[in-house]
């Protein structure tokens, strides 16, 4: 009992002490950080909407994207100027024509157009050059883009595994720590009637500790899992 003490003494020491320290490098000036006795755990991820999301939020993709759709519309605007351009114009002119100083209304209406066609042959080769350097930056943006995306897929799926591995402990842990419970309260009954003696009380007690030390642990890995996954 009093080695329990001690160590319950000495882990309120070190989590005062994680606490200040954790205060200070968040800055905070009201006094230490309060945390909770509980760790939770969200089970309901879905591996595909953390692979949507990681999509969505990575900025390089995003930065690689714009790229790409901006080295289309280059490519699509260099080949526009390969059509002949063609220009047309339309004039309307009235004219009175005056004879000496007395004026003669006799007027002279006239419709004018003319249409222009120009066909960009000596600038054919710059219009190709053009296309094939935006091409060519368009396939590369393409190229980073399925790289990251696989980088990214890579990553997911084994914080993935990794996530799902310590919910299936947590599982074992929590099984593991009912039926240790269910043996101290055994025991501790069978101490009282006096069919054992204190040393085996304690070394069952000593199994419910380190199965709820068990099932702390998980819960800490699985929790520790969801925040990379996020």
Request: no cysteine; net charge negative.
């Amino acid at each position: 009992l009093n080695e329990d003490r001690s160590n319950l003494e000495q882990s309120r020491q070190q989590l005062a002490i994680q606490r200040s320290q954790l205060s200070e490098l968040l800055g905070r000036s009201e006094g230490p950080i309060q945390t909770s006795g509980q760790i939770a755990v969200n089970e309901g991820l879905s591996e595909s909407t953390l692979r949507q999301e990681a999509f969505e939020q990575n900025r390089r993709l995003e930065q690689l994207k714009k790229e790409r759709s901006i080295a289309s519309t280059r490519i699509e605007e260099a080949k526009a100027e390969r059509w002949p351009e063609v220009a047309v114009g339309l004039g309307y002119t009235f004219s009175e024509f005056h004879e000496n100083t007395v004026p003669n209304f006799e007027t002279s209406p006239a419709l004018q157009y003319n249409i222009g066609v120009s066909i960009p042959i000596f600038r054919g080769f710059n219009i190709s050059r053009r296309i094939d350097n935006a091409e060519t930056e368009s396939v590369q943006a393409e190229i980073r883009i399925d790289r990251i995306k696989t980088e990214l897929v890579n990553q997911i799926e084994s914080q993935w595994s990794r996530y799902k591995r310590q919910l299936d402990r947590i599982d074992l842990a929590e099984e593991s720590y009912r039926i240790a419970e269910n043996n101290f309260d055994i025991a501790r009954t069978q101490y009282r009637q006096g069919t054992i003696n204190q040393v085996e009380l304690r070394e069952v007690q000593l199994s419910l500790l380190s199965s709820q030390l068990r099932l702390v642990e998980a819960k800490y890995e699985a929790s520790a899992a969801e925040i990379t996954l996020k």
